[in-house]
Structures are given as structure tokens and as C-alpha cells.
């Protein structure tokens, strides 16, 4: 149901602005998120933003470079992720929870809605 785009390939130091696309506003009210899934790894979480978008949480790799922000009239999650390194390569998959409260956030059990993934390769 989520529609994720804007990955590709990316020189080290370049940036990337990942979209994902909810099927209807119902989704405003849900907690969206990114997580990331690189070959022959788990599936880690990347950052989060609440329904009210004003609560943002990164992961510690990330904070500093990657920014989520929401559009509720397009019914869109973004992430723009600048300064990319050659560890950012990995599938990315936007996520929706309908219940997750703020303690589970970090866990890709607590999201019940996902998008396909979209690649995004960093050469150094």
C-alpha cells in the first residue's frame, strides 16, 4: 500500500531524497518511518516521524545527515539524506503504524503497513 521511490546510485559525499506515498489521507494520522536493509543483514531502522510531524528520531548513523519530514496534503513521507557513505548502501522501506507508541519505534515489528523497498547504492 505504501509506494517508496528515489533511490539509485550516488557518489560518496552526494545526496539522495527518497519518497513514499501512502494510498489516502487516513495514513496522516499514522507514525511513518524508514528503515534500511543491507545484503546479508537485518532490517534496521532509520528514522521516524510522528503524526503530528513535529517528533522526529534518527538512528545514531544517520543523525546529521538524513532529514524526515511529511507532506499530509500529498500524503507523503520523505527522506533526504545528504552526505551519503559507501555503509548507506541498502534497500530502503518506508513504514506505517497505526499503534506504534513512541518505545517501539526502533522496531520493524511495530509498523503494520510497508512499502516494496527502493535500492540505494553509495560508491566510494
Known amino acids: 500500500q505504501l509506494q517508496a521511490s528515489g533511490g539509485g546510485l550516488v557518489q560518496a559525499g552526494g545526496s539522495l531524497r527518497l519518497s513514499c506515498t501512502a494510498p489516502d489521507r487516513t495514513f496522516n494520522n499514522y507514525v511513518m518511518g524508514w528503515f534500511r536493509q543491507a545484503p546479508g543483514k537485518e532490517r534496521d531502522f532509520v528514522a521516524t516521524i510522528f503524526r503530528n510531524g513535529g517528533s522526529t528520531y534518527y538512528a545514531d548513523s544517520v543523525k546529521g545527515r538524513f532529514t524526515i519530514s511529511r507532506d499530509k496534503v500529498k500524503n507523503t513521507v520523505i527522506l533526504q539524506m545528504n552526505s551519503l557513505k559507501p555503509e548507506d548502501t541498502a534497500v530502503y522501506y518506508c513504514?506505517?503504524?497505526?499503534?506504534?507508541?513512541?518505545?517501539?519505534?526502533?522496531?520493524?515489528?511495530?509498523?503494520?503497513?510497508w512499502g516494496q523497498g527502493t535500492l540505494v547504492t553509495v560508491s566510494s
Open positions: 513504514a506505517a503504524g497505526s499503534r506504534t507508541i513512541l518505545s517501539q519505534i526502533w522496531y520493524a515489528s511495530a509498523y503494520n503497513y
